[in-house]
């Protein structure tokens, strides 16, 4: 059982470029989450999904889109790299089936991306 | 003034002690309290769930809310070096549109030394 996979692990980009991190769950979660966690400042929410083709803004998603075509997959686009994202993206999922399991998220290893 | 804070230390404590992780918040609707533990080049990982006020057990740690003071503790019992790690306080409100959309606070690096 791998739970949530993120591809890839490390990313250099130059200003600019754009990019797709990758996101899959082999849980059949029907939530799924974007975050990302720079130094001294904990997790932030960029983008979450509540099921297939349903997707919505969360605290800061400037800069990224995303999209939800199957219950596994979670992409995260970034156009236009810029240095301010510079962090490392962590993509969860959690079940919808009480109140309670749409807070235990299970997260991803993670996707360190360097913008330069 | 973040929603949520929390001492990123670091805390170095030697093998056995007891530790201590606080958090305060500011939101009076944050109803769900989880701590996340957290280590290194990893993601994080639930260790407690809290629902409401009250304390809860398991194992080696106790998780305490107490809503009045907007203060949540992580407690670690005959800590571990293998409990070295960062570990995160995350809150979340009720409602369905909440759920899932976690507060995190800004993590605190505990190292058991020993």
């Known amino acids: 059982n791998a739970g949530v996979t993120q591809t890839p692990k490390f990313r250099i980009l130059k200003i600019g470029q754009s990019m797709t991190l990758q996101c899959a769950q082999d849980?059949?979660?029907?939530?799924m989450y974007w975050y990302r966690q720079d130094p001294g400042m904990g997790l932030k929410l960029i983008y979450y999904s509540v099921g297939a083709g349903i997707t919505d803004k969360g605290e800061v998603p400037n800069g990224y889109n995303v999209s939800r075509s199957t219950t596994e997959d979670f992409p995260l686009r970034l156009e236009l790299a810029a240095p301010s994202q510079t962090s490392v993206y962590f993509c969860?999922?959690?079940?919808?089936?009480?109140?309670?399991?749409?807070?235990?998220?299970?997260f991803g290893a993670g996707s360190r991306l360097t913008v330069l | 003034q973040k929603e949520v804070e929390q001492d990123p230390g670091p805390l170095s404590v030697p093998e056995g002690a007891i530790v201590s992780l606080n958090c305060t918040y500011s939101?009076?609707?944050?109803?769900?309290f989880m701590w996340y533990r957290q280590y290194s080049r990893k993601g994080p990982e639930l260790l407690m769930y809290?629902?409401?006020?009250g304390n809860k057990e398991d194992g080696r740690f106790t998780a305490q809310v107490d809503k009045s003071s907007k203060y949540i503790s992580l407690f670690i019992r005959d800590s571990q070096p293998s409990d070295s790690a960062t570990y995160l306080c995350?809150?979340?409100?009720?409602?369905?549109?909440?759920?899932?959309?976690?507060?995190f606070g800004q993590g605190t690096i505990l190292t058991v030394h020993p």
């Open positions: 849980m059949n979660h029907n939530y």
């Open positions: 995350a809150m979340s409100r009720a409602g369905g549109t909440s759920y899932g959309k976690l507060t």
């Open positions: 809290t629902y409401s006020s």
């Open positions: 969860a999922s959690s079940s919808s089936l009480d109140r309670a399991g749409a807070n235990v998220l299970t």
């Open positions: 939101n009076s609707a944050f109803q769900y």
